[in-house]
């Protein structure tokens, strides 16, 4: 596992052409323009509520402290803003501040990728931050409107850790929590259920740290299980490992599901891709099938999946806003394809 983020001179001959690639692609033309661009946004979460498409996504600020760390310090944001699309027209409305840094009174900093639930009239929003002793946990607010403003409860969620919650809703009206992430989202901390300063990592041949999850509760702020790993197995049936890092998970879980089974995808991290893996359980084992997104524009990649108006979508990042600073990007939409067998087709986001 890389578990340093690498300087030029340290990259291997197949990293500096991806790097090289990257690079490239902000000279393509783009095929999707950005949903909004008065402000900078990422790592949007969609949702259909009230028969409309709201999307969740994290706000980049521009920040002196630009330079990249293992840390993420260049991921400063301290609010998040709620986006709607029109049905008719598309046109995309910013909502405005719908919660707040200093409206949390446990976190600390860093308002990373949220995502958002809607439960008996009551709209739930997930988020990650910085407690006081600077671990990451994940939070819960809540509001009677999917725009908010949101309200936050007291703490964070108890054995909740590491960033990227996102939600998913059962068919039977169960909800479940998927969470976690490395390098800056701490996930390689935790070990036999402590938080450690030391970077904990299996061997390049071993299962490759999991992402994370658990059932929430009736009133949706708490768990109401022990926190369980998510497997992601190759087509022989044996775990990702470590070292293929194409294929094994690095942060942003996402959980849709499609002629009744259960699709995990996630971020592969250094390695860029958008990827996925089908189960017959939201607790997986998840199989390994395939890339939804090639790399884009920027270090990180994130994503989320929804059905709106009879058409799969997907929403994604990419940096070509601010011209490739990695931690200033914008979010953006396109059409998201399951073939006859349920594969799905993987979208290129440039010409």
């Known amino acids: 596992m890389k578990d340093h983020l690498k300087s030029v001179d340290e990259l291997s001959d197949a990293e500096r052409k991806q790097l ?23 790592d949007p979460s969609a ?7 709201y999307v969740y996504p994290s706000h980049d600020i521009e920040t002196d402290n630009s330079s990249m760390n293992d840390q993420g310090d260049h991921f400063a944001m301290c609010d998040y803003h709620v986006l709607s699309i029109d049905n008719d027209t ?4 910013d909502h405005g501040v719908a919660l707040a840094l200093e409206d949390i009174k446990w976190a600390s900093k860093q308002l990373w990728a949220p995502d958002a639930a809607h439960k008996a009239g009551k ?15 994940i939070g819960v607010a809540s509001s009677d409107s999917p725009v908010g403003p949101f309200v936050a409860e007291e703490n964070y969620i108890a054995n909740s850790f590491s960033i990227d919650p996102a939600v998913f809703e059962d068919d039977d009206g169960s909800y479940y929590l998927y969470f976690g992430g490395l390098w800056g989202g701490q996930l390689q901390n935790w070990h036999q259920g402590q938080f450690s300063l ?11 740290l999991p992402a994370k999850m658990a059932k929430l509760s009736d009133d949706m702020l708490s768990f109401v299980e022990e926190v369980r790993d998510i497997v992601i197995l190759d087509g022989s049936g044996k775990p990702i490992t470590v070292a293929d890092n194409d294929r094994r998970f690095f942060e942003a879980s996402w959980v849709h599901k499609y002629n009744g089974r259960y699709y995990f995808s996630y971020s592969t991290g250094d390695t860029h891709n958008i990827a996925y893996a089908i189960g017959d359980s939201p607790y997986g084992p998840f199989t390994y099938q395939g890339v939804i997104l ?10 989320s999946i929804v059905f709106h108006q009879g058409k799969w979508c ?17 979010v953006k939409k396109t059409e998201l394809v399951h073939d006859e067998n349920g594969k799905i087709s993987t979208i290129t986001a440039y010409e």
């Open 20 to 42: 090289d690639d990257l690079k490239k692609a902000h000279s393509y033309v783009a095929k999707n323009k950005p949903l909004v661009t008065n402000i900078y946004t990422a």
């Open 47 to 53: 949702h259909v509520f009230e028969g409309k498409i």
């Open 90 to 93: 598309d046109e995309v409305t």
């Open 123 to 137: 709209y739930y929003f997930y988020f990650p931050a910085r407690d006081l002793e600077g671990i990451f946990r």
């Open 198 to 208: 030391n970077d904990h990592y299996p061997d390049d041949n071993q299962p490759a």
């Open 294 to 303: 090639n790399p884009v524009l920027g270090w990180t990649s994130h994503h």
């Open 314 to 330: 997907l929403f994604y990042h990419d940096s070509t806003l601010s011209g490739g600073q990695t931690h200033l990007r914008c």
